[in-house]
């Protein structure tokens, strides 16, 4: 949650640790996702979970008709492409 959860800081807080963003420079752990799998299987709910070594948040989504198209890069994109599959299968019925 703190790799997504975070804020860019405030240079004019009269507090000096508010002054930096809270966001981190690495994700060692991806616990939370992990753990959430772990819940839905143990509920028989239908997932699929896919963790990528790189990349911010959403990227996944970068393409050339959007604003993140500097940060798109064809692994990632395979996201797009196997999300679609996976609800098309599972809920195109």
């Keep these: 949650m703190g790799g997504t959860h975070f804020d860019d800081g405030?240079?004019?807080?009269?507090d000096p640790v508010?002054?930096?963003s809270s966001r981190p420079d690495l994700i060692l752990d991806p616990r939370f996702s992990l753990n959430l799998a772990i819940r839905l299987y143990e509920h028989n709910l239908p997932f699929e979970l896919h963790v990528y070594d790189e990349g911010a948040h959403g990227i996944g989504?970068?393409?050339?008709t959007n604003i993140l198209?500097?940060?798109s890069s064809h692994h990632l994109n395979?996201?797009?492409?196997?999300c679609s599959e996976?609800?098309?299968e599972k809920f195109s019925r």
Excluded: Q
């Excluded at 405030?10 to 009269?14: A, G, R, V």
């Excluded at 989504?61 to 050339?64: E, I």
């Design 10 to 14: 405030n240079p004019n807080s009269p």
């Design 18 to 20: 508010e002054r930096f």
């Design 61 to 64: 989504l970068a393409d050339d």
């Design 69 to 71: 198209k500097e940060y």
């Design 78 to 82: 395979t996201w797009v492409s196997l």
């Design 86 to 88: 996976w609800l098309d």
